[in-house]
């Protein structure tokens, strides 16, 4: 069982080039997230989707879009990458958002890096 | 909003020392609270969780209990190993907005 996959895991990227993240879960979970890890900030959300075909910010969300396309799947784009979009990014997947459990499952991470 | 404070690292430790990773929330209602690990180069995974006051979360030696009336979650070990060498985030679910993250610490277990 996979789990979760993303695709790269690694990325450099100059300055105003685009770029999408691919996210995708094979556990049926509805709900899925995008966080970026930073040292000494720990992880912070940029977007999530609570169930297929709805999204909503997270606490950075400028800079990003994203896209559940559908059930198992969640990209996210840089339209126009800066330097301050260094960091690991991890997707997240779960049951259920407002199941009151909360338990993540995370993939592996991506790390890019903007030049 | 929903907030959790843990203490700063880095820790340092010798094997078979005690551990403890103070862990602290501000949240409406009564959340679920969760300890997750990352080892080096890994995503996060679920450690433990307890889901309401009192209730004891335990898990590979570790155990943290959730202390309604000092909104706290502190995560110990009794004897560290080199293996555990990682870093810890709590975190807390209100069931209100995604699971929400401190900001982790880290440790290290020197043999």
């Given at each position: ?7 790269p895991k690694f990325q450099v ?75 690991v ?20 991470g991506s790390r890019l890096t903007?030049? | ?111």
């Open positions: 069982n996979a789990g979760v996959t993303q695709t990227l100059k300055t105003g080039q685009s770029m999408t993240l691919q996210c995708a879960q094979d556990m049926n979970h509805n709900s899925m997230y995008w966080y970026r890890q930073d040292p000494g900030m720990g992880l912070r959300l940029i977007y999530y989707s609570a169930s297929e075909g709805t999204t909503d910010k997270g606490e950075v969300p400028n800079g990003y879009n994203v896209s559940r396309l559908n059930k198992r799947e969640f990209s996210l784009r840089l339209e126009s990458a800066a330097p301050s979009q260094t960091s990014y991890f997707c997240a997947s779960s049951v259920l958002q407002t199941a009151n459990t909360g338990e993540l499952f995370f993939g592996e903007v030049l | 909003g929903d907030s959790v404070t843990q203490m700063e690292g880095p820790v340092t430790l010798s094997e078979e020392a005690f551990l403890t990773i103070n862990c602290t929330y501000t949240a409406t209602g009564y959340p679920s609270l969760f300890w997750y690990v990352q080892y080096p180069g890994e995503g996060l995974q679920l450690l433990l969780k307890a889901t309401k006051a009192d209730d004891k979360g335990s898990n590979k030696g570790f155990e943290a209990t959730y202390r309604k009336e000092t909104t706290s979650f502190h995560l110990e070990k009794g004897s560290v190993q080199v293996s555990d060498s990682a870093v810890y985030f709590c975190a807390l679910y209100s069931g209100n907005t995604p699971l929400v993250f401190g900001k982790g610490t880290r440790l290290s277990v020197i043999a």
